[in-house]
Each structure stands twice: as C-alpha cells, then as structure tokens.
C-alpha cells in the first residue's frame, strides 16, 4: 500500500496537471499559410481563456497567421494570469491602413501575470514608411505590441520586425522582465522607437539587440526604477530619456540605470532631451555606465532645447529639473568633434552631473566637450575633458 506521504504527492500532482490548460488556435480555425485572416481564432482563444478559472496557456505553433488588430483585455477575466507560447510569426495585412489607423495591431491590458514567449511579430511596415516620406496623407500607424495597466509581465524571446511605428510600449505598468529581444527595423524608417517605457515601475530590459529607426529605448514621463543591461543598439537614435516637459504638469522620470551597453553607428548614444518650454517634471538619479561608443555622432548629450518644427518653443527655456546624471565607463569613438554636449535649461540648469572615466575620440584625436548650464564633478580619466 502507498505510504501517505505518496498519495499526498501523487494527489498534489494530479491536481497540478488538472489544472493547467492549453489552446492551440489550429484548433479554433487559424491556418498557418500567411493568408487567412487568424484574427477570429485567436479572439475565439482568447475568450475561452479568459473564462477559464485554470491556469491558461495559448499556444501559436509554427507558421505564418495573419493578424488583424486585437485586443486581450484582462478586465473581466475570471483569471489575470496567462501564457503565450509563439513558435510562429504573426503578420500585419500587407495594406498599412488595415492597421494602421489604430494605436495598437497587438493590444495587452488589465492582466496580472502575463508571460509571452518567443515568436516574430512581422508588421510590414515598410510601405507605410514609403508614404509617409512621401509627404502623402497617411495614417500615423500603429505600435506593434502594447502593455497597458498591467503587472507582472514577462517579455522572453520576442522578435518584432518592421514596425509601422513603435515597436514595443510598456504604459502604466508595474514589474515588467523584457529580455531576449530583437527589433529590427530600417535606420530611416520614422517613429519606430524600440521599446518605450512610460508611467511605470520596476522594468527591466535585459539581453537585447535593437536596430530601428528612432531610438533604441525611449524612456517616457512617470517612469521609475527602469534597469537596462546588456543591450546592443544600431542603427537607431540611441537610448533617450524624453522628450520630457512636452506637457507643463507631467510625471518624472527617476531611477534609470542603463549598464553594459553597445552603440553602433546611431544619432545618439546616452540622451536626456527635454522640450524648450515650461513644466514642472525632472529627471534624477540617472546612470549610464560601461558603455561602447562605436562611431556614434553624439555619444553623450543632454539637450534642453528640443524644439522640433520651431512650433510652440521658440524662445522658450526647458522648466525640466535634470540632477544626479553619473556617467560612468563610457568610452569609443565619435563620429563628430563633440563627444559630451550638455546643453542644459538656463532656468533650471542641470545639477549633480558626475563624469567618471570617460574616453571618447575623434579622428583619432580627443574628442571635445561643448557644456551650457551644467555643474558637476569629474574624477578618473576624462577625455574630452570637460
């Protein structure tokens, strides 16, 4: 007879396994051949996930399935929590306005506990760029992936390419692992930020590689404890705090660390940009350190007078509050004389700026620094020499 301590564990097994469940979208109707519209199959899973009071896995095997623009909104689910598992590629409709009036093609919100694994997000974003370099009335496109007022979300293996706009928004969420990422976009495709952050707490963004047109990472008002590592960036504008102050009352951004970072070729390598115009939001205790500049045109800047189009800003000062900056190990090379440009708020100049071993190069030459308003210290090797 079975010792009781065997039942129990045999019992607690049984349990374990009852209690999980899988859908796969072959079985709802979706077809892996790139041209049958997948979108109700996968709204279909989505509803019987949402019922479900189990532990809910949705599976997308291997293949091509067509998407249309969806929503998994976790607001009336009798669980928060659920698993998607993508073997295959989701694909955009090749005509940009099928999507590209909306915010978002894939939409996440009010979920606790979300976890997407692996899978390509194919947006085709390419034509949608086309029209709009050729000043045509166009949409402005959608974000390919959005999470939204959510927690506990875990990002591992996902590739997006071709973004008509963003390619990844964090908005308004809390505890949130993105790592194993992979964007690729074209260096001259507009708007197509990497990943953004904004309005959100305790995100980590691990183990990435970003080419895109726009930055790498944006980092929005309201973003606080944000932790990048191990990121390779290029093409692209960089990783940018901002633009801030767009807004006269707005949130501010705190507590970033960006570590272990590669820059390769792009506009920007580390940036605070803020608009040149009155707002009460900041930005503090920030850190960038052990960073490669390879040909980079502006590896290290902060620029408090973003005035884009010269509309609502001309003569204006940034009322954005930037202190406690450390930049730390940032070394390589720049592809124009200024290495280190801080072009601070004469209202609210910056503060605490901490220069740390920073070796930059022009032509093989020390590259320059060219500073406005900015007050700090420097210890250890400095080159340019601020």
């Keep these: ?144 992936i959005g999470f939204q007022s959510s927690s506990n979300v875990v990002i591992s293996g996902l590739t997006s390419l071709n973004s008509q706009m963003f390619h990844v928004v964090i908005n308004g969420c809390r505890n949130v692992n993105i790592q194993g990422v992979k964007v690729s976009a074209d260096g001259n ?3 197509t930020d990497g990943i953004h952050v904004q309005s959100s707490s305790i995100v980590s963004i691990l183990n990435s590689k970003i080419s895109t047109g726009d930055d790498c990472v944006s980092i929005g008002p309201g973003t606080n404890g944000l932790w990048i590592e191990n990121v390779a960036c290029g093409p692209g504008h960089g990783i940018s705090i901002g633009s801030l102050g767009k807004e006269s009352v707005e949130a501010g951004v705190q507590n970033v660390t960006v570590k272990t970072a590669t820059f390769t070729g792009t506009e920007n390598g580390v940036r605070i940009k803020s608009w040149a115009r009155p707002s009460n939001g900041f930005a503090k205790n920030i850190r960038f350190q052990h960073c490669v500049m390879n040909n980079v045109q502006n590896p290290i800047v902060i620029d408090q007078n973003y005035c884009p189009g010269n509309e609502n800003c001309p003569n204006q000062v940034s009322g954005i509050k930037i202190s406690d900056v450390m930049f730390f190990d940032i070394h390589g090379t720049s592809a124009t004389q200024v ?18 071993d920073v070796k930059l190069t022009y032509r093989n030459k020390p590259a320059m620094a060219d500073c406005s308003h900015a007050g700090g210290t420097e210890a250890g090797f400095q080159q340019p020499n601020s």
């Design 1 to 144: 007879m079975p010792s009781p301590v065997l039942i129990i564990l045999l019992l607690t097994l049984s349990i374990s396994l009852s209690s999980a469940q899988t859908y796969n979208i072959l079985s709802y109707g979706a077809k892996p051949d790139g041209k049958t519209d997948s979108t109700k199959a996968l709204a279909a899973v989505w509803a019987k996930a949402c019922a479900s009071v189990k532990a809910v896995t949705i599976s997308i095997p291997k293949g091509r399935f067509l998407l249309r623009s969806i929503v998994f909104d976790g607001a009336k689910c009798k669980r928060k929590s659920v698993t998607f598992r993508i073997q295959g590629t989701l694909v955009a409709p090749s005509d940009y306005r099928v999507i590209g009036n909306g915010n978002y093609w894939i939409f996440f919100q009010h979920l606790d506990g979300l976890s997407v694994y692996g899978g390509v997000l194919d947006a085709q974003g390419a034509s949608l760029w086309s029209c709009k370099k050729s000043g045509k009335n166009c949409p402005s496109g959608a974000t390919s």
């Design 339 to 356: 290495g280190v440009k801080f072009d601070c708020s004469s209202k609210k100049p910056c503060t605490g700026i901490r220069l740390q």
């Design 189 to 191: 495709s507009p708007n």
